[in-house]
């Protein structure tokens, strides 16, 4: 094999790669449809009994450090947030992405209220003190 078969390879590669791994990420963020790394089908039934009877509570209790949304999300803010969830299960989908914007939640491309940073206050999109927390 020759050096610009290899480099070929490589860049394909990895071009491939950049591509498929942010869409994996963010894939689930606001959208229903996809099921988040903290899936479970009792998890599941737990977050929508929440949801429809708006019990920020339980949410809470469920979310326990899991993602943005449960930095973000508030008792006062939660019924809000209730609605973008129902929205995108009715394939709303651009009713409840702005109200994940107006929320400071972003649409899933970590475009949030921190301009796509981690809101660690360094302004280096998450190479902050927090950003590994």
């Known amino acids: 094999m020759?050096?610009?078969?290899?480099?070929?390879?490589?860049?394909?590669l990895l071009l491939g790669a950049s591509v498929l791994f942010p869409m994996?990420?963010?894939a689930y963020q606001g959208n229903p449809a996809v099921q988040g790394p903290n899936y479970s089908a009792d998890r599941h039934a737990a977050m929508e009994k929440a949801f429809d009877s708006k019990d920020f509570d339980a949410w809470k209790a469920l979310m326990t450090g899991k993602g943005r949304a449960s930095q973000v999300i508030t008792k006062a803010n939660f019924a809000k947030f209730a609605e973008a969830?129902?929205?995108?299960?009715?394939?709303?989908?651009a009713e409840a992405a702005q109200i994940r914007q107006d929320l400071g939640?972003?649409?899933?491309?970590?475009?949030?209220?921190?301009?796509?940073g981690a809101c660690d206050g360094t302004g280096r999109g998450g190479?902050?003190?927090?950003?590994?927390?």
């Not at 969830?85 to 989908?93: N, R, S």
């Not at 939640?105 to 796509?116: I, Y």
């Open 2 to 12: 020759n050096k610009k078969t290899i480099v070929i390879g490589v860049s394909s």
């Open 24 to 26: 994996t990420a963010a």
């Open 85 to 93: 969830h129902a929205l995108a299960e009715q394939g709303k989908t």
């Open 105 to 116: 939640l972003g649409n899933g491309n970590g475009a949030g209220s921190c301009g796509g």
């Open 127 to 133: 190479a902050g003190p927090r950003a590994n927390r």
